[in-house]
């Protein structure tokens, strides 16, 4: 990796974050609007649940674009991204928590709600999109270490690889076979997913990546429509076997399950396929183009609309049987979920331009009107450096 590769601002990496926060989006509205045992549903949510390895793998490679080849205070490091990210962790299951208060979703006493914070805030368990955070604190905490580890194993990175793949296959075994527990033991296993240990292999495939950029970029330029047509038929191998399950008997939830073993082969695929979609995209974007500008608010927007979203499907769940009934179940779906965007993407704008902005969406508050792309494109014609943002969503 060399200092320009370092400098370099990667726009395909903006593309790639919110083409997966979109799949996000995606997978909640179908997950929270269709029956559990529908074959199809659970086949669209196979193809797009691929969003948090992706976002773990994108977590790890802007950690290293950013940081290799230069110092790491790991005690800086640790308090920049603890506030920019632990503090809207905090204060959004705090707002989930209090919806759950408010709507009564609980039967139980203040004092109970009380402890149940305490309890969901340390196992990200406030609302069900908010374990994420709580697992990108845990990446922060480790990064110096596996800073460290690719520096003292530089030359010798495909085995890093391959020890980190055999632990992940072996995790995911184990977690799609579960022990029968009980008692701690039980609660500890099935709050295993809020902890780095499932998702580890894709952090460091980023880190890895990024380390060696210039060959990655070589790769994907050589391959990369191989790349692609190999994740379109991991994806259309994934459906398969949901069929074939179900068919078995298996139930679709159970057949869609995101820790199957046999996914992995798709989710390592996908993410060097929309980096390479990104890369293609970005040699061809043009500064004041349409889709520039919608891309780049999106990626300021995207952690906004993390948090948001669950809340503005929460809300709009009494109409969606009225809208299923009267667009019919895919149109229906489409249409709650383009709500469920509008909403999302107009609650961000809101929070952007509010002074607690930093506080509930990790970004600074916004002054002007002007597009975010505008702004940015203006930095670089100044020949001011302007790095990826350092998690997938600031």
């Given at each position: ?150 520096k003292v194993t530089v030359g ?111 989710y390592v695929l996908i993410i ?123």
């Open positions: 990796m060399t200092l320009d590769s370092v400098k370099r601002y990667l726009y395909q990496l903006d593309l790639f974050r919110v083409f997966t926060f979109a799949c996000v989006v995606g997978v909640h509205v179908v997950d929270r609007s269709t029956d559990p045992a529908n074959v199809a549903a659970n086949g669209v949510i196979v193809l797009l649940h691929f969003t948090r390895e992706a976002f773990f793998a994108l977590t790890g490679f802007v950690l290293v674009y950013q940081h290799a080849g230069r110092p790491l205070a790991a005690g800086t490091f640790w308090r920049r991204r603890f506030l920019l990210v632990g503090i809207p962790y905090l204060l959004w299951s705090v707002i989930y928590w209090a919806y759950s208060v408010v709507t009564g979703m609980h039967a139980e006493t203040m004092r109970a709600a009380l402890w149940r914070l305490v309890f969901e805030v340390a196992t990200g368990g406030a609302w069900y999109q908010l374990y994420f955070l709580l697992v990108s604190l845990q990446v922060y905490l480790l990064f110096p270490l596996i800073l460290r580890l690719l010798h990175h495909r085995w890093v690889l391959a020890v980190s793949a055999v632990v992940q296959v072996g995790c995911l075994v184990w977690l799609s076979h579960p022990p029968a527990l009980s008692g701690a033991a039980g609660g500890v296993w099935a709050h295993l997913y809020v902890t780095v240990l499932p998702y580890q292999f894709y952090v460091l495939l980023g880190a890895v990546a990024a380390w060696h950029i210039d060959a990655v970029d070589s790769i994907v330029d050589r391959f990369g429509a191989v790349l692609v047509g190999a994740a379109a038929l991991a994806g259309a191998g994934s459906v398969a076997v949901l069929v074939y399950q179900t068919r078995r008997g298996a139930p679709a939830w159970a057949a869609s399950e995101v820790f199957q073993p046999h996914l992995m082969v798709f060097p396929a929309l980096y390479t979609i990104g890369r293609w995209w970005a040699r061809r974007r043009r500064a004041d183009s349409i889709t520039a500008r919608a891309v780049a608010h999106g990626a300021d927007r995207s952690l906004a609309v993390f948090l948001l979203h669950p809340l503005v499907l929460q809300l709009l769940g009494p109409v969606t049987p009225r809208l299923t009934s009267a667009f019919g179940p895919v149109w229906g779906i489409v249409t709650l979920y383009a709500l469920v965007l509008v909403g999302s993407l107009a609650g961000a704008e809101v929070l952007r331009r509010i002074p607690g902005s930093r506080t509930l969406t990790g970004r600074p508050m916004l002054h002007t009107l002007s597009p975010i792309s505008v702004r940015h494109d203006a930095q670089r014609t100044l020949a001011v450096p302007v790095l990826p943002r350092v998690t997938p969503f600031t």
